[in-house]
């Protein structure tokens, strides 16, 4: 499966295969790309396993690339820039004290620390997690009629509308 999206400013290829196979990764032109980003599964049943699989993905992307462009002069040639998103905030050092090349390009997103932080926010901001949610995600078409204080029928008409993000 292949699917390639392309603009003036970047381009995207998704494809399917096997992060552990140098085929694979060759055939994704991964030593030529600038950066990569390794997702996670939230809804895993172990979230420690799921970031120790992500943190071996990581691993694996840096040693392919870094023995495709060994013969660069440059080190920044052979040090992919990577975007790691895990679940726990204990896995961060994990993944820093993996690595043998400089991180300092990498950055992680630790989904635990995004809803601590969001969650703490939301004590000196009351509704801040509704007014991000419905930010994030419409409620669709929302009969205001069935409001019967002024504020309801405001909140309840913005529910219907998002953020999109327009290229420019």
């Not at 381009?11 to 390794?38: I, K, M, N, Q």
């Not at 970031?51 to 690339?65: E, G, T, W």
């Not at 013969?71 to 905030?89: A, G, R, S, V, W």
């Not at 078409?141 to 953020?163: C, L, P, R, T």
Request: negative net charge.
């Amino acid at each position: 499966m292949e699917a390639y999206f392309q603009s003036n400013k970047f381009s995207l290829t998704y494809l399917a295969g096997d992060v552990f196979e140098d085929v694979d990764l060759d055939r994704a032109l991964l030593h030529r790309a600038e950066s990569c980003v390794v997702l996670t599964n939230k809804n895993s049943q172990n979230a420690l396993e799921e970031d120790y699989q992500n943190i071996l993905i990581a691993l694996a992307l840096k040693k392919f690339v870094y023995k495709m462009n060994k013969h660069m002069n440059d080190e920044d040639k052979y040090n992919l820039k990577l975007c790691i998103q895990l679940i726990k905030p204990e896995s961060k050092t994990l993944y820093y004290k993996s690595l043998n090349l400089d991180p300092t390009n990498d950055q992680l997103i630790i989904v635990e620390q995004i809803k601590m932080n969001l969650l703490a926010k939301s004590c000196f901001a009351p509704g801040l997690i509704s007014c991000m949610a419905n930010l994030f995600a419409s409620a669709g078409a929302v009969d205001i009629d069935s409001f019967s204080k002024e504020w309801q029928k405001e909140y309840a008409n913005g529910m219907g509308h998002e953020i999109y993000r327009v290229p420019i």
